[in-house]
């Protein structure tokens, strides 16, 4: 009986991933945000972005993109993800090249919704991103991927939240 509890408590600690914490200073956020208020008679103390896109480069190499909704209180500019709007989320590795680009290799694992015929996760998507300026502690002060332009994010409220959604969702970022 005790072999048996003891391989039943074995096999949920390796099923459960690991959440790997989230440095801010990992975090960008894409530079184009659309910030809106909500109707006034709701009496909201915040304004929400539909159209963020969380970029995290982890020193490890590893690479995870969520698109989300962020909210921002209007007093003290704190911002947060909104646990309810839904979000998706690309992962995958980044390797560094000599001319301050760098390489990333990436899926999307998750999204809210299923889309008949796009399975998940979805194939590999190559890229190429550049890194500009510098910025203390940070991989650069503004970071070109084809997409768009990435920029350092700051003043995150919920950023164990974003680590624990990363580490849940699609398994390891490969």
């Given at each position: 009986m005790v072999p048996a509890i003891f391989l039943t408590i074995l096999l949920a600690?390796?099923?459960s991933?690991?959440?790997?914490?989230i440095d801010l200073h990992w975090v960008y956020v894409n530079n184009n945000l659309v910030w809106e208020s909500p109707p006034k008679e709701l009496r909201k103390t915040y304004v929400l972005a539909e159209n963020a896109k969380l970029v995290i480069l982890y020193p490890t190499g590893s690479f995870a993109e969520v698109s989300c909704t962020l909210f921002r209180d209007r007093k003290s500019g704190r911002l947060s993800i909104c646990r309810g709007c839904g979000f998706s989320i690309s992962k995958g590795n980044w390797t560094r090249n000599a001319?301050?680009?760098?390489?990333?290799?990436?899926?999307?694992?998750?999204?809210p919704v299923l889309i008949e015929n796009r399975p998940l996760p979805e194939a590999e998507?190559?890229?190429r991103w550049v890194s500009r300026g510098r910025s203390e502690g940070r991989m650069a002060a503004v970071v070109?991927?084809?997409t768009g332009k990435y920029i350092p994010l700051s003043n995150l409220y919920n950023l164990d939240f974003l680590a624990n959604i990363i580490s849940s969702e699609g398994g390891d970022q490969k």
């Open positions: 600690v390796q099923q991933p690991v959440t790997q914490k001319d301050n680009s760098f390489g990333v290799k990436s899926r999307l694992v998750y999204r998507v190559e890229q070109q991927a084809p």
